[in-house]
Antibody
């Protein structure tokens, strides 16, 4: 069974750093792209970027370029999304997705990030 | 950038009704269009891919159609468990994608 299991909810202060994770199982982790999607409170879905764990090829949406870093460790089948300096506006639910042939066929359960002083 | 205009933004219908949601792309995207369902407090779920293909395990009351710039998502007979927000998603290349604004579906 394909599963993407994300790390737990985080509460951080503005200016702090954060790295959240997404562990894939039940499929060949290095053969599919992993994407990240943001959903701000009460809002819609925003595509942030994508990584191919096989060779770490990474692409960012222009809106998120320079704001976050996407990485992966194929030895442990885990992708990451990280911030060096969080802002209150980063408060959101973040989903990782397995992306294949243009569609996101499996989703993680989401990681809620709350940034508040 | 390709923009997606999804309508309506909200919809109220009765059990058994036929429900239709539309999505319009700002340029031709062929059939590169997917539909997702997001129930409250849950992650989205892929229902339809490549405009009209039903994902495995999805009930046949869900369907999609269209190509080019105009797409339609239909629930043939609304069930109580279909209460959710529905999103279209375009991909003009396999890695680049944007979502519609979403349609919140409620039971009348």
């Amino acid at each position: 069974e394909v599963q993407l299991v994300q790390s737990g909810a985080e509460v951080k202060k503005p200016g702090e750093s954060l790295k959240i994770s997404c562990k894939g199982s039940g499929y060949s982790f290095t053969s599919y792209w992993i994407g990240w999607v943001r959903q701000m409170p009460g809002k819609g879905l925003e595509w942030m970027g994508i990584i191919y764990p096989g060779d770490s090829d990474t692409r960012y949406s222009p809106s998120f370029q320079g704001q976050v870093t996407i990485s992966a460790d194929k030895s442990i089948s885990t992708a990451y999304l990280q911030w060096s300096s969080l802002k209150a506006s980063d408060t959101a639910m973040y989903y990782c997705v397995r992306h294949a042939s243009g569609s996101s066929d499996y989703w993680g359960q989401g990681t809620l990030v709350t940034v508040s002083s | 950038d390709i923009q997606m205009t999804q309508s309506p933004s909200s919809l109220s219908a009765s059990v058994g009704d036929r429900v239709t949601i539309t999505c319009q792309a700002s340029q031709d995207i062929s059939n590169y269009l997917n539909w997702y369902q997001q129930k409250p407090g849950k992650a989205p779920k892929l229902l339809i891919y490549d405009a009209s293909n039903l994902e495995t395990g999805v009930p046949s009351r869900f369907s999609g159609s269209g190509s080019g710039t105009d797409f339609t998502f239909t629930i043939s007979s609304l069930q109580p468990e279909d209460i959710a927000t529905y999103y279209c998603q375009q991909y003009d290349n396999l890695l680049w994608t944007t979502f519609g604004q979403g349609t919140k579906l409620e039971i009348k």
